[in-house]
């Protein structure tokens, strides 16, 4: 078994870019190990592969938005990698429904923030980087369960689908999952200092709790009657809905859940997909009562991205927690790069990119003062 010089943890967004950045500066030696079968992570499509006009038919059922006013590096970053954002449509109204009133309201519409999506979806992202990595470095269907301290390497242990375990070792570790996973899944050995494991484990991974509905049509009809297709509501399941249409694309509309994620646990899917098409079809018309395709994601009940404190407590943009252990045998041989260890951005799209450029800037700039220390 050969060691590698970086093992990256982790196949979404901040693990992909590690493994870019890495390749940029030359370090072409390292692997990324990722649990599920496809990369991604928290960015997960739901395709449909191509809408009658040709463009691409993918939605997202994970993140969709960007905001380049306040995130300048990740807008920027999207224009490197060629891709094409566009302004999240919003003329229309915006329909209010509140607990125990008859008729929706109609105010006038509105999106408060910048938000910019992406053509294709947050998956073109990372179609994007995948084109530009060396793909024999990543090993999908690869959980990591164990990081241990063996001289000066580590030691991973890793186990697929099938129950087969490998190890890998490495020089320095990318944990490019959320901090409260690698702290309440991962076993170290030795213990990570406990101060350091506790902030891991208190730092909430944005959006676990949540949940995503999606329905697809064939056209916006909800625009005839003046509709932007956002809407709010008391009533539910779904609180918060927004227009899912992509330009090239078929229309879609897509709504966070309300209901909490430990109720939605006990509602078989059938059952929450059939209440979000009343609601829709309540609103919107009774075009919305049968979409050409839906998809449902639960955040909360996959393993890969919650834990159960996260559906204990509700989710904050909290602090970003230490990134690496100052002392003991952890001391320089594990990074945090995902994006709840980002100072600038916690739980966004720009924290992961933040996080992953600032986790190998310090790996390379570790690895360049040995080298004088060694020539000197
Ligand atoms: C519903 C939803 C909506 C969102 N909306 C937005 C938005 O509009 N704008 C925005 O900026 N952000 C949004 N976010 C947040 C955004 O998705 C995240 O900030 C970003 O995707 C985090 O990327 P990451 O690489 O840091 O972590 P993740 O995407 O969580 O990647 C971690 C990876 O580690 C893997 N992994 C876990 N355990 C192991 C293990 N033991 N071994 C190997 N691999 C493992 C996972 O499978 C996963 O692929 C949203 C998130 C969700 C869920």
């Known amino acids: 078994m050969s060691t590698v010089r970086v093992a990256i943890v982790g196949g979404g967004l901040s693990g992909l870019y590690a493994a870019l950045l890495l390749e940029q500066k030359g370090w072409r030696d390292y692997v990324l190990l990722e649990a599920r079968e496809a990369l991604g992570g928290r960015i997960l499509p739901l395709r449909l592969g191509r809408a009658p006009s040709g463009a691409s038919n993918c939605f997202d059922l994970g993140p969709t938005w960007f905001w380049p006013s ?12 060629g891709l094409h954002a566009f302004a999240q449509h919003a003329s229309g109204d915006l329909l209010v429904e509140r607990a125990g009133e008859g008729e929706p309201r109609r105010e006038a519409g509105y999106f408060s923030q910048d938000g910019m999506r992406i053509i294709g979806g947050m998956n073109a992202l990372m179609t ?56 309440t899944t991962l076993e170290f050995v030795p213990r990570l200092p406990p101060e350091l494991a506790n902030s891991w484990r208190a730092a909430a ?40 249409s992509m330009p090239g694309a078929q229309a879609a509309l897509f709504g966070f859940f309300g209901i909490p994620a430990q109720v939605r646990a006990n509602v078989p899917e059938d059952i929450l997909r059939a209440h979000c098409r009343a609601q829709l079809s309540r609103l919107f018309g009774p075009e919305a009562a049968e979409p050409l395709a839906e998809g449902l994601k639960d955040w909360a009940s996959d393993p ?3 834990s159960a404190l996260d559906l ?65």
């Not at 509905?213 to 009657?225: C, E, G, N, S, T």
């Open 70 to 81: 306040v995130q300048p590096k990740f807008a920027q970053l999207t224009t490197e990698l």
């Open 128 to 183: 994007a980087l995948q084109d530009r990595v060396d793909l024999a470095r990543i090993h999908t269907d690869q959980r990591v369960c164990t990081l241990r301290v063996a001289g000066d390497e580590i030691e991973l242990t890793s186990q697929n689908a099938a129950g087969w375990m490998t190890t890998w070792r490495a020089q320095h570790v990318l944990m490019a999952l959320p901090p409260r996973l690698a702290d």
């Open 205 to 244: 991974t944005w959006m676990a709790p949540h949940a995503k509905y999606l329905a697809v049509y064939d056209k916006p009809f909800w625009r005839a009657r003046g509709l932007s297709g956002e809407a709010r509501s008391a009533r539910g399941p779904l609180a918060e809905i927004h227009n899912a």
């Open 304 to 306: 890969l991205t919650a």
């Open 312 to 376: 204990a407590e509700a989710a904050t943009h909290g602090s970003a927690a230490p990134a690496r252990a100052e002392s003991g045998a952890w001391q320089g041989r594990v990074t945090g790069i995902a994006s709840e260890w980002s100072l600038r951005y916690p739980g966004y799209l720009a924290g992961a990119v933040d996080a992953a450029e600032r986790g190998v800037a310090s790996l390379l700039g570790a690895a360049n003062s040995t080298r004088k220390c060694e020539m000197q």
